[in-house]
T-cell receptor, first 113, second 114 residues
Framework: GNSVTQMEGPVTLSEEAFLTINCTYT??????LFWYVQYPGEGLQLLLK?????DKGSNKGFEATYRKETTSFHLEKGSVQVSDSAVYFC????????????FGKGTRLSVIA | GAGVSQTPSNKVTEKGKYVELRCDPI?????LYWYRQSLGQGPEFLIY????????DSGLPNDRFFAVRPEGSVSTLKIQRTERGDSAVYLC????????????FGPGTRLTVL
């Protein structure tokens, strides 16, 4: 079945540091890939997505590129801020239509000033 | 407009009791999903509705769990004979129908079974 594996946290970075959170997936066919973020005390929010190979999703300075050859969708940001402290979830959905998301376990990021 | 809302935000119950969790999706969203998130884990799929019917209930862990969406809008997740292992945050999400459409999540209901 489909699955998502992401790097375990917690990750602690200083402000303005470079961020990478690794995510790899196993899926039949060609899934859509997502990064969701959960800020403290808030619900899950879509951060970015990519629906086909080599697509790059981007939002709020975060980027992730859909790499079919390595089955990866790593999240990156060049300069993190304290406000980026949150839990980040990588997820996939089957491209056949509206299907449930399969999530990774989440990576907690703490950014310190 | 309003987002997805869930009530109650917290529910504490005793082992063996029956609970109902409610989800109000975004108006016009035909697709509705229930997920369960245990501590330190990502959300896990429970059931998916397209309109009034359950299109996929393969994630329901056993027959103590049941969900309805009688008018294609509000949904209720029902758990009978609750067990301590049912303690988790129950998340609801809704979306438009179509490939790759974003699922919008509610704030969740934290269920604690004593």
């Amino acid at each position: 079945g489909n699955s998502v594996t992401q790097m375990e946290g917690p990750v602690t970075l200083s402000e303005e540091a470079f961020l990478t959170i690794n995510c790899t997936y196993t899926a039949t066919g060609y899934p859509s890939l997502f990064w969701y973020v959960q800020y403290p005390g808030e619900g899950l929010q879509l951060l970015l997505k990519a629906t086909k190979a080599d697509d790059k999703g981007s939002n709020k300075g975060f980027e992730a590129t859909y790499r079919k050859e390595t089955t990866s969708f790593h999240l990156e940001k060049g300069s993190v801020q304290v406000s980026d402290s949150a839990v980040y979830f990588c997820a996939l959905s089957d491209r056949t239509g509206n299907t449930p998301l399969v999530f990774g376990k989440g990576t907690r990021l703490s950014v310190i000033a | 407009g309003a987002g997805v809302s869930q009530t109650p935000s917290n529910k504490v119950t005793e082992k063996g009791k029956y609970v109902e969790l409610r989800c109000d999706p975004i108006s016009g969203h035909t697709a509705l999903y229930w997920y369960r998130q245990s501590l330190g884990q990502g959300p896990e799929f429970l059931i998916y509705f397209q309109g009034t019917g359950a299109a996929d209930d393969s994630g329901l862990p056993n027959d103590r769990f049941f969900a309805v969406r009688p008018e294609g809008s509000v949904s209720t997740l029902k758990i009978q004979r609750t067990e301590r292992g049912d303690s988790a945050v129950y998340l609801c999400a809704s979306s438009l129908i179509g490939l790759g459409n974003e699922q919008f999540f509610g704030p969740g209901t934290r269920l604690t079974v004593l």
